[in-house]
Protein backbone atom coordinates (compact mmCIF):
# COMPACT_ATOMS: atom_id res chain seq x y z
CA UNK A 1 0.00 0.00 0.00
CA UNK A 2 1.27 3.36 -0.92
CA UNK A 3 2.24 5.70 1.44
CA UNK A 4 0.20 8.38 0.42
CA UNK A 5 -3.06 5.77 0.32
CA UNK A 6 -1.85 4.54 4.09
CA UNK A 7 -1.86 8.47 5.55
CA UNK A 8 -5.45 8.77 4.05
CA UNK A 9 -6.63 5.77 5.64
CA UNK A 10 -5.43 7.25 8.96
CA UNK A 11 -7.34 10.29 7.98
CA UNK A 12 -10.40 8.28 7.55
CA UNK A 13 -9.88 6.45 11.20
CA UNK A 14 -9.59 9.86 12.66
CA UNK A 15 -12.44 11.35 11.81
CA UNK A 16 -14.32 7.68 12.33
CA UNK A 17 -12.76 7.22 16.33
CA UNK A 18 -14.76 10.62 17.06
CA UNK A 19 -17.42 8.46 17.67
CA UNK A 20 -20.27 10.58 15.05
CA UNK A 21 -21.45 8.62 11.83
CA UNK A 22 -20.47 9.46 8.66
CA UNK A 23 -21.15 9.04 5.11
CA UNK A 24 -19.19 8.33 1.90
CA UNK A 25 -19.98 11.68 0.52
CA UNK A 26 -18.56 13.47 3.81
CA UNK A 27 -15.42 11.39 3.54
CA UNK A 28 -14.86 11.96 0.43
CA UNK A 29 -15.28 15.13 0.82
CA UNK A 30 -12.83 15.63 4.20
CA UNK A 31 -10.42 13.28 2.22
CA UNK A 32 -10.62 15.09 -1.01
CA UNK A 33 -11.32 11.81 -2.84
CA UNK A 34 -14.01 10.29 -4.75
CA UNK A 35 -17.11 8.23 -3.40
CA UNK A 36 -15.16 5.09 -5.20
CA UNK A 37 -11.75 5.78 -3.70
CA UNK A 38 -13.75 6.34 0.00
CA UNK A 39 -15.06 2.70 -0.80
CA UNK A 40 -11.78 1.03 -1.83
CA UNK A 41 -10.08 2.36 1.21
CA UNK A 42 -12.90 0.90 3.62
CA UNK A 43 -12.56 -2.15 2.39
CA UNK A 44 -8.69 -2.25 2.81
CA UNK A 45 -9.64 -1.36 6.31
CA UNK A 46 -11.75 -4.08 6.86
CA UNK A 47 -9.15 -6.60 5.14
CA UNK A 48 -6.69 -5.95 7.86
CA UNK A 49 -9.53 -5.76 11.00
CA UNK A 50 -10.63 -2.72 11.87
CA UNK A 51 -14.00 -3.05 13.36
CA UNK A 52 -16.10 -0.38 11.78
CA UNK A 53 -19.63 -1.00 10.76
CA UNK A 54 -22.61 0.45 8.21
CA UNK A 55 -25.52 2.38 10.38
CA UNK A 56 -28.57 2.10 8.34
CA UNK A 57 -30.52 4.24 10.46
CA UNK A 58 -27.91 7.28 10.18
CA UNK A 59 -26.93 6.57 6.95
CA UNK A 60 -23.45 6.10 8.01
CA UNK A 61 -20.24 4.70 9.15
CA UNK A 62 -19.19 4.06 12.70
CA UNK A 63 -16.28 2.72 14.21
CA UNK A 64 -15.85 0.86 17.31
CA UNK A 65 -14.94 3.45 20.20
CA UNK A 66 -12.73 0.98 22.33
CA UNK A 67 -11.22 -0.20 18.94
CA UNK A 68 -8.07 1.97 19.84
CA UNK A 69 -5.83 2.51 22.98
CA UNK A 70 -4.96 5.33 24.39
CA UNK A 71 -2.31 7.99 23.30
CA UNK A 72 0.82 6.35 23.94
CA UNK A 73 3.56 8.86 24.54
CA UNK A 74 6.39 8.57 21.83
CA UNK A 75 8.92 11.33 20.93
CA UNK A 76 9.49 12.17 17.10
CA UNK A 77 12.24 10.04 16.07
CA UNK A 78 10.65 7.13 18.44
CA UNK A 79 7.29 7.59 16.05
CA UNK A 80 9.36 7.77 12.63
CA UNK A 81 11.58 4.64 13.45
CA UNK A 82 8.22 2.69 14.11
CA UNK A 83 6.79 3.97 10.83
CA UNK A 84 9.40 3.88 8.39
CA UNK A 85 9.84 0.00 10.02
CA UNK A 86 5.95 -0.70 9.29
CA UNK A 87 5.20 1.15 6.20
CA UNK A 88 8.76 1.09 4.38
CA UNK A 89 10.05 -2.62 5.74
CA UNK A 90 6.48 -4.77 5.76
CA UNK A 91 6.40 -5.16 2.05
CA UNK A 92 9.69 -5.90 1.84
CA UNK A 93 10.55 -8.56 5.08
CA UNK A 94 9.58 -11.65 4.63
CA UNK A 95 7.27 -11.21 7.40
CA UNK A 96 4.36 -13.31 8.91
CA UNK A 97 0.79 -11.59 9.78
CA UNK A 98 2.08 -8.33 7.26
CA UNK A 99 -2.11 -7.23 7.29
CA UNK A 100 -1.51 -6.99 11.09
CA UNK A 101 1.98 -5.13 11.10
CA UNK A 102 0.11 -2.58 9.23
CA UNK A 103 -2.89 -2.34 11.27
CA UNK A 104 -0.32 -1.80 13.89
CA UNK A 105 1.38 1.25 12.70
CA UNK A 106 -1.97 2.81 11.35
CA UNK A 107 -2.75 2.10 15.27
CA UNK A 108 0.36 4.44 16.06
CA UNK A 109 -0.16 6.84 13.90
CA UNK A 110 -3.13 7.74 14.58
CA UNK A 111 -2.61 8.27 18.16
CA UNK A 112 0.02 10.93 17.70
CA UNK A 113 0.30 14.43 18.04
CA UNK A 114 -0.77 16.34 14.29
CA UNK A 115 2.27 17.89 14.53
CA UNK A 116 4.35 14.38 14.48
CA UNK A 117 1.71 13.28 11.70
CA UNK A 118 2.66 15.29 9.46
CA UNK A 119 6.09 15.29 10.45
CA UNK A 120 6.48 11.28 9.43
CA UNK A 121 4.25 11.53 7.14
CA UNK A 122 6.05 14.60 4.95
CA UNK A 123 9.74 11.94 5.95
CA UNK A 124 8.89 9.42 4.91
CA UNK A 125 7.97 10.17 1.28
CA UNK A 126 11.69 10.47 0.89
CA UNK A 127 12.68 7.31 2.29
CA UNK A 128 12.90 3.94 0.59
CA UNK A 129 13.96 0.64 1.48
CA UNK A 130 15.50 -1.80 -1.90
CA UNK A 131 13.47 -5.09 -1.34
CA UNK A 132 15.82 -7.83 -0.96
CA UNK A 133 15.71 -11.50 -2.64
CA UNK A 134 13.32 -14.00 -0.12
CA UNK A 135 11.46 -16.94 -0.80
CA UNK A 136 7.69 -16.13 -1.82
CA UNK A 137 5.05 -18.35 0.27
CA UNK A 138 1.48 -17.93 0.17
CA UNK A 139 0.76 -20.06 2.98
CA UNK A 140 3.04 -18.43 5.38
CA UNK A 141 0.51 -17.07 8.47
CA UNK A 142 -0.97 -20.45 8.15
CA UNK A 143 1.99 -22.56 8.81
CA UNK A 144 4.06 -20.19 10.90
CA UNK A 145 1.10 -19.89 13.46
CA UNK A 146 0.22 -23.44 13.81
CA UNK A 147 4.23 -23.96 14.62
CA UNK A 148 4.20 -21.15 16.70
CA UNK A 149 1.32 -22.17 18.82
CA UNK A 150 2.90 -25.48 19.11
CA UNK A 151 5.96 -24.00 20.13
CA UNK A 152 4.66 -22.26 22.92
CA UNK A 153 2.43 -25.22 24.30
CA UNK A 154 5.48 -27.49 23.40
CA UNK A 155 3.18 -29.50 21.28
CA UNK A 156 4.45 -32.26 19.08
CA UNK A 157 3.65 -31.86 15.28
CA UNK A 158 3.79 -33.52 12.25
CA UNK A 159 4.84 -31.98 9.28
CA UNK A 160 4.58 -33.20 5.22
CA UNK A 161 8.04 -31.58 3.62
CA UNK A 162 9.83 -31.99 0.28
CA UNK A 163 12.37 -33.00 0.87
CA UNK A 164 15.02 -31.55 -1.50
CA UNK A 165 18.10 -34.37 -1.17
CA UNK A 166 15.22 -37.27 -1.27
CA UNK A 167 13.84 -35.75 -4.51
CA UNK A 168 9.65 -36.78 -2.74
CA UNK A 169 7.60 -35.81 -0.10
CA UNK A 170 8.00 -37.15 3.36
CA UNK A 171 6.83 -36.88 6.81
CA UNK A 172 8.09 -36.80 10.07
CA UNK A 173 7.21 -35.97 13.68
CA UNK A 174 8.50 -32.81 15.16
CA UNK A 175 9.44 -31.22 18.59
CA UNK A 176 9.56 -27.75 17.40
CA UNK A 177 12.11 -25.65 19.69
CA UNK A 178 12.77 -22.17 17.25
CA UNK A 179 11.30 -20.46 14.56
CA UNK A 180 13.85 -18.48 12.82
CA UNK A 181 14.25 -16.08 9.60
CA UNK A 182 17.71 -16.77 7.98
CA UNK A 183 18.94 -16.09 4.22
CA UNK A 184 15.57 -15.08 2.76
CA UNK A 185 13.77 -17.85 4.17
CA UNK A 186 11.81 -18.53 7.64
CA UNK A 187 13.04 -22.17 9.12
CA UNK A 188 11.97 -24.00 11.52
CA UNK A 189 14.31 -25.94 14.08
CA UNK A 190 13.36 -29.15 15.87
CA UNK A 191 13.62 -32.78 16.61
CA UNK A 192 12.97 -34.45 14.32
CA UNK A 193 11.46 -38.45 14.77
CA UNK A 194 12.47 -39.58 11.02
CA UNK A 195 16.20 -38.13 11.72
CA UNK A 196 16.59 -39.16 15.26
CA UNK A 197 17.89 -35.87 15.69
CA UNK A 198 17.65 -32.02 15.36
CA UNK A 199 17.12 -30.43 12.07
CA UNK A 200 16.05 -27.69 10.65
CA UNK A 201 13.29 -27.20 8.13
CA UNK A 202 12.16 -24.69 5.29
CA UNK A 203 8.87 -24.10 5.76
CA UNK A 204 8.98 -23.10 2.28
CA UNK A 205 8.95 -26.71 1.65
CA UNK A 206 6.28 -27.40 4.70
CA UNK A 207 3.01 -28.35 2.77
CA UNK A 208 1.30 -28.98 5.80
CA UNK A 209 1.14 -29.31 9.58
CA UNK A 210 -0.79 -31.08 12.66
CA UNK A 211 -0.84 -30.50 16.11
CA UNK A 212 -0.80 -34.02 17.85
CA UNK A 213 -2.28 -34.03 21.50
CA UNK A 214 0.97 -35.60 23.06
CA UNK A 215 3.19 -32.90 24.79
CA UNK A 216 7.19 -32.73 24.52
CA UNK A 217 9.68 -32.11 27.02
CA UNK A 218 13.44 -30.83 26.48
CA UNK A 219 16.05 -31.71 29.42
CA UNK A 220 17.12 -27.71 29.61
CA UNK A 221 15.92 -24.68 27.16
CA UNK A 222 16.81 -25.05 23.82
CA UNK A 223 19.02 -21.98 23.24
CA UNK A 224 19.52 -20.75 19.95
CA UNK A 225 23.11 -19.64 20.05
CA UNK A 226 24.47 -22.51 21.81
CA UNK A 227 22.98 -24.40 19.30
CA UNK A 228 24.20 -22.42 16.18
CA UNK A 229 27.68 -21.55 17.59
CA UNK A 230 30.41 -20.88 15.30
CA UNK A 231 28.21 -22.20 12.34
CA UNK A 232 28.62 -19.74 9.08
CA UNK A 233 25.25 -19.45 9.05
CA UNK A 234 22.27 -21.65 10.54
CA UNK A 235 23.95 -25.42 9.68
CA UNK A 236 26.21 -26.34 12.13
CA UNK A 237 28.10 -29.72 10.92
CA UNK A 238 30.00 -30.84 13.92
CA UNK A 239 33.77 -29.43 13.41
CA UNK A 240 35.70 -26.42 13.42
CA UNK A 241 38.07 -25.53 10.95
CA UNK A 242 40.51 -22.22 11.03
CA UNK A 243 40.02 -20.66 7.52
CA UNK A 244 42.09 -17.85 5.59
CA UNK A 245 41.58 -16.65 2.54
CA UNK A 246 42.71 -13.68 0.53
CA UNK A 247 40.26 -10.98 -1.01
CA UNK A 248 42.19 -9.19 -4.15
CA UNK A 249 42.22 -5.33 -3.63
CA UNK A 250 39.14 -5.02 -6.11
CA UNK A 251 36.46 -6.46 -3.43
CA UNK A 252 38.83 -6.06 -0.32
CA UNK A 253 36.75 -3.34 0.87
CA UNK A 254 33.95 -4.59 0.50
CA UNK A 255 34.39 -7.30 2.43
CA UNK A 256 36.54 -5.84 5.43
CA UNK A 257 33.11 -3.40 5.91
CA UNK A 258 30.75 -6.48 6.47
CA UNK A 259 30.69 -8.19 9.82
CA UNK A 260 30.10 -11.56 8.40
CA UNK A 261 30.56 -13.83 11.57
CA UNK A 262 31.87 -13.54 15.04
CA UNK A 263 35.20 -14.55 15.02
CA UNK A 264 35.66 -12.25 11.80
CA UNK A 265 39.34 -11.12 11.86
CA UNK A 266 40.65 -8.61 8.82
CA UNK A 267 44.17 -7.79 8.26
CA UNK A 268 45.25 -5.43 5.08
CA UNK A 269 47.69 -6.12 3.20
CA UNK A 270 50.26 -3.27 1.38
CA UNK A 271 49.11 -3.94 -2.11
CA UNK A 272 45.64 -3.47 -1.08
CA UNK A 273 44.41 -7.08 -0.70
CA UNK A 274 43.02 -8.23 2.74
CA UNK A 275 43.65 -11.59 4.53
CA UNK A 276 40.22 -12.78 5.98
CA UNK A 277 40.53 -15.23 8.80
CA UNK A 278 37.23 -17.20 10.05
CA UNK A 279 37.11 -20.31 12.99
CA UNK A 280 33.60 -21.54 11.38
CA UNK A 281 31.52 -24.71 11.68
CA UNK A 282 31.81 -26.78 8.90
CA UNK A 283 32.78 -25.78 5.21
CA UNK A 284 29.47 -26.18 3.51
CA UNK A 285 28.23 -22.75 3.90
CA UNK A 286 31.28 -20.60 3.52
CA UNK A 287 31.71 -22.46 0.60
CA UNK A 288 29.14 -21.24 -1.23
CA UNK A 289 29.50 -17.56 0.17
CA UNK A 290 33.59 -17.91 -1.06
CA UNK A 291 31.95 -19.18 -4.88
CA UNK A 292 30.18 -15.93 -4.82
CA UNK A 293 33.78 -13.81 -4.71
CA UNK A 294 34.41 -15.91 -7.96
CA UNK A 295 38.51 -15.34 -8.82
CA UNK A 296 38.86 -12.25 -6.52
CA UNK A 297 39.07 -14.56 -3.70
CA UNK A 298 42.17 -17.30 -3.03
CA UNK A 299 41.48 -20.38 -0.23
CA UNK A 300 44.58 -20.33 1.98
CA UNK A 301 43.24 -22.78 4.34
CA UNK A 302 41.98 -25.28 5.33
CA UNK A 303 43.61 -28.04 2.22
CA UNK A 304 39.57 -29.78 2.43
CA UNK A 305 37.96 -25.95 1.77
CA UNK A 306 40.42 -25.28 -0.94
CA UNK A 307 39.72 -28.38 -3.25
CA UNK A 308 36.56 -28.24 -2.78
CA UNK A 309 36.05 -24.93 -4.23
CA UNK A 310 38.59 -25.59 -6.59
CA UNK A 311 36.58 -28.80 -7.64
CA UNK A 312 33.58 -26.71 -7.76
CA UNK A 313 34.97 -24.37 -9.95
CA UNK A 314 36.12 -26.37 -12.84
CA UNK A 315 32.54 -27.65 -12.72
CA UNK A 316 31.28 -24.44 -12.68
CA UNK A 317 34.23 -24.06 -15.85
CA UNK A 318 33.52 -26.74 -17.77
CA UNK A 319 29.55 -26.12 -17.51
CA UNK A 320 29.74 -22.96 -18.89
CA UNK A 321 33.02 -23.31 -21.83
Request: with cysteine; hydrophobic share 40%; glycine share 6%.
Amino acid sequence: MKLSRISRIVGILTTLQSGQCYSADQLAKQAGVSRRTVFRDLNELQAIGVPFSFDAQAGGYRLDPEYFLPSVNLNLQEALSLLMLVYKSRSHLHMPFKNSVLLAGVKIENNLPREIQRYCNTTLQNISIQPASYAPMESLDKIFARLQSALRKKRRVRIDYCSLRQGRKEATTLDPYHLMYNNRSWYVIGKSSRHKEIRTFNLNRIKGVDTLDKCFVTKQPFDIAEYLGKAWSMIPEGRLYNVQLRFSRKVATNVAEVHWHSSQKIVKNGDGSIMAHFRVDGLGEIGWWILGYGNEVEVLAPAALRKRIAKKAERMAGLNS
